[in-house]
């Protein structure tokens, strides 16, 4: 017997699947395994309704499996939703999330990151005894001060094996397509290495006048600055797939840059080895995923189950699984899913979910329990391009602030129970409980709020950019260039 979990996250965290092997969950440690795809969506996949996507593996597991109807992302991006799913904890409470425009980690040389005083569940399973491993994507950072100390790296965060991505798959890592985020970063460290170059210059030219006080230190670190901008603006010329697209196995580089058709190939040869041995904010469209937990002899066979969860309960879930404890000494927004799953609990241990876009919160719902309705409550929305299109076409991802979004006051209010596509909004001459519900979810949103403390910012503007000397490299930097072999990984 086995227990299986698939848990779908749309644009950032797209699948995770958990299997345990165990005859009944207080009985012995289950073995447990997570599969996590980026921009796998609800409506993806066969067993939730897709007819033009054939799904037949993921399917089965729904038909032996209990099947999440209302499953959630902790946010509609990579780096947040993992750093999320790894902590049970909302990604600002980690500092992975920003109020500026950087959302994801956008470089390996990077100096921000997940950081090291975070728990992850894998670091609760390998104090319980577990072999904890990793293979594929990260996306948590790298390093910190230099490029060996790997204080953001898998293997710093309670993972004993890691091999694949420490950044993630994008278009510039395929030769043949167009570069994504050489085009929008680039034009962006360009306006700012042209600003930063003529304030030195000014700066520089005004003190030679002698018109203003300044140390020639002050005036020398002003300088070295700019040089970093110019360098990541310099590197961001074709040169991403080098520095961005890479494999890696625990600690060292095994490809650099890697082949695109040969990565795949590798990454599933090394998890069969191993296991022998786009942001749309607070709408559903970014943050409905699937979700499927498989148990042959614990799990009712194709069980539904439609109350609210979050990908931040698989942490209290698992951690519940390996015998460990959840800290005590943090915030944890995640709740163990395994009453809700074995028919202990009828009801979601979540009554409101808050959905962030960035920093800002967007959205909140709530689960009116005695009535079944779950309501959705918008104060702050994206502006799509072009209006109408529910997305933003040529902008990369959807702005969380600024003159990109649009703030409701009154707020938007939809009732997902018989509008899950968030097409009506309610007014209050369509829906009697209105104003209640609206004073509800804002206490809620209020009492939320309370629980919140600043930490380090990982996506400011000095951790995201590149570093030379923070750059993972296999050989010499910059000569960094190696090719592992298909029969090199160990067996």
Same mark, same amino acid.
């Given at each position: 017997?086995?227990?299986?979990?698939?848990?779908?996250?749309?644009?950032?965290l797209?699948?995770?699947?958990?299997?345990?092997a165990?005859?009944?969950?207080?009985?012995?440690?289950?073995?447990?395994?997570l599969?996590?795809?980026d921009?796998?969506?609800?409506?993806?996949?066969?067993?939730?309704?897709?007819?033009?996507?054939?799904?037949?593996?993921?399917?089965?597991?729904?038909?032996?499996?209990?099947?999440?109807?209302?499953?959630?992302?902790?946010?509609?991006?990579?780096?947040?939703?993992?750093?999320?799913?790894?902590?049970?904890?909302?990604?600002?409470?980690?500092?992975m999330?920003?109020?500026?425009?950087y959302?994801?980690?956008?470089?390996?040389?990077?100096?921000?990151?997940?950081?090291?005083?975070?728990?992850?569940?894998?670091r609760?399973l390998?104090?319980?005894?577990?072999?904890?491993?990793?293979?594929?994507?990260?996306?948590?950072?790298?390093?910190?001060?230099?490029?060996?100390?790997?204080?953001?790296?898998?293997?710093?965060?309670?993972?004993?094996?890691?091999?694949?991505?420490?950044?993630?798959?994008?278009?510039?890592?395929?030769?043949?397509?167009?570069?994504?985020?050489?085009?929008?970063?680039?034009?962006?460290?360009?306006?700012?290495t042209?600003?930063?170059?003529?304030?030195?210059?000014?700066?520089?030219?005004?003190k030679?006048?002698?018109?203003?006080?300044?140390?020639?230190?002050?005036?020398?670190?002003m300088?070295?600055?700019?040089?970093?901008?110019?360098?990541?603006?310099?590197?961001?010329?074709?040169?991403?797939?080098?520095?961005?697209?890479?494999?890696?196995?625990?600690?060292?580089?095994?490809?650099?840059?890697?082949?695109?058709?040969?990565?795949?190939?590798?990454?599933?040869?090394?998890?069969?080895?191993?296991?022998?041995?786009?942001?749309?904010?607070?709408?559903?469209?970014?943050?409905r995923?699937?979700?499927?937990?498989?148990?042959?002899?614990?799990?009712?066979?194709?069980?539904?189950?439609?109350?609210?969860?979050?990908?931040?309960?698989?942490?209290?879930?698992?951690?519940?699984?390996?015998?460990?404890? $959840? =800290? !005590?000494?943090?915030?944890i927004?995640?709740?163990?899913?395994? @009453?809700l %799953? +074995?028919?202990?609990?009828? &009801?979601?241990?979540?009554?409101?979910?808050?959905?962030?876009?960035?920093?800002?919160?967007?959205?909140?719902?709530?689960?009116?329990?005695?009535?079944?309705?779950v309501?959705?409550?918008?104060?702050?929305?994206?502006?799509?391009?072009?209006?109408?299109a529910?997305?933003?076409?040529?902008?990369?991802?959807?702005?969380?602030?600024?003159?990109?979004?649009?703030?409701?006051?009154?707020?938007?209010l939809?009732?997902?129970?018989?509008?899950?596509?968030?097409a009506?909004?309610?007014?209050?001459?369509?829906?009697?409980?209105?104003?209640?519900?609206l004073?509800?979810?804002?206490?809620?949103?209020?009492?939320?709020?309370?629980?919140?403390?600043? $930490? =380090? !910012?990982?996506?400011?503007?000095?951790?995201?950019?590149?570093? @030379?000397? %923070? +750059?993972?490299?296999?050989? &010499?930097?910059?000569?960094?260039?190696?090719?592992?072999?298909?029969?090199?990984?160990?067996?």
């Open positions: 017997d086995s227990l299986a979990v698939l848990l779908c996250v749309y644009l950032l797209g699948t995770c699947e958990l299997p345990a165990a005859a009944a969950a207080n009985a012995f440690k289950p073995n447990i395994l599969i996590m795809a921009d796998l969506g609800i409506g993806d996949l066969g067993c939730y309704g897709n007819n033009t996507l054939r799904t037949p593996n993921i399917d089965r597991l729904a038909e032996e499996g209990v099947r999440l109807t209302q499953h959630l992302a902790a946010a509609p991006l990579c780096t947040p939703s993992r750093a999320a799913f790894l902590t049970g904890r909302h990604s600002f409470r980690s500092g999330e920003a109020s500026n425009g959302r994801v980690l956008h470089w390996n040389a990077g100096s921000g990151g997940l950081p090291e005083n975070e728990t992850t569940f894998a609760v390998k104090q319980q005894g577990y072999a904890t491993g990793l293979i594929g994507k990260w996306h948590q950072g790298v390093n910190c001060a230099s490029r060996d100390d790997h204080c953001h790296h898998p293997l710093s965060h309670g993972f004993d094996y890691f091999y694949g991505m420490p950044f993630t798959l994008i278009d510039d890592c395929d030769p043949g397509r167009p570069p994504r985020l050489d085009a929008a970063f680039r034009a962006k460290l360009g306006r700012y042209q600003v930063m170059a003529l304030g030195v210059l000014t700066v520089a030219a005004a030679i006048c002698r018109l203003i006080s300044l140390s020639r230190k002050a005036v020398v670190g300088a070295g600055l700019t040089l970093l901008f110019f360098l990541s603006w310099y590197a961001s010329f074709g040169f991403v797939r080098r520095w961005n697209c890479i494999l890696m196995r625990n600690h060292d580089v095994t490809a650099q840059p890697m082949v695109l058709e040969r990565a795949a190939g590798l990454l599933l040869k090394e998890a069969v080895s191993y296991i022998e041995g786009k942001g749309m904010g607070g709408w559903e469209g970014g943050i995923v699937p979700g499927i937990f498989r148990w042959p002899g614990v799990l009712p066979a194709g069980r539904v189950v439609a109350e609210p969860t979050s990908l931040m309960d698989v942490f209290p879930t698992v951690v519940q699984l390996g015998g460990g404890q $959840v =800290p !005590q000494d943090r915030v927004d995640g709740h163990s899913l395994v @009453p %799953l +074995q028919g202990e609990d009828v &009801h979601s241990a979540h009554e409101f979910l808050f959905h962030y876009c960035g920093k800002y919160l967007h959205a909140a719902r709530w689960h009116q329990r005695e009535s079944g309705r309501w959705k409550v918008h104060y702050t929305t994206p502006r799509f391009h072009p209006e109408g529910g997305a933003c076409y040529g902008r990369g991802i959807c702005p969380c602030s600024g003159d990109g979004v649009t703030h409701h006051s009154p707020p938007l939809f009732d997902l129970s018989t509008d899950p596509s968030e009506r909004p309610l007014s209050p001459d369509s829906e009697p409980l209105y104003h209640a519900v004073a509800r979810v804002g206490e809620a949103v209020a009492r939320h709020r309370e629980t919140l403390s600043p $930490v =380090p !910012q990982q996506f400011s503007v000095s951790n995201i950019v590149w570093k @030379p000397w %923070l +750059q993972p490299c296999c050989g &010499h930097f910059p000569f960094c260039s190696c090719q592992e072999d298909e029969d090199s990984a160990p067996h």
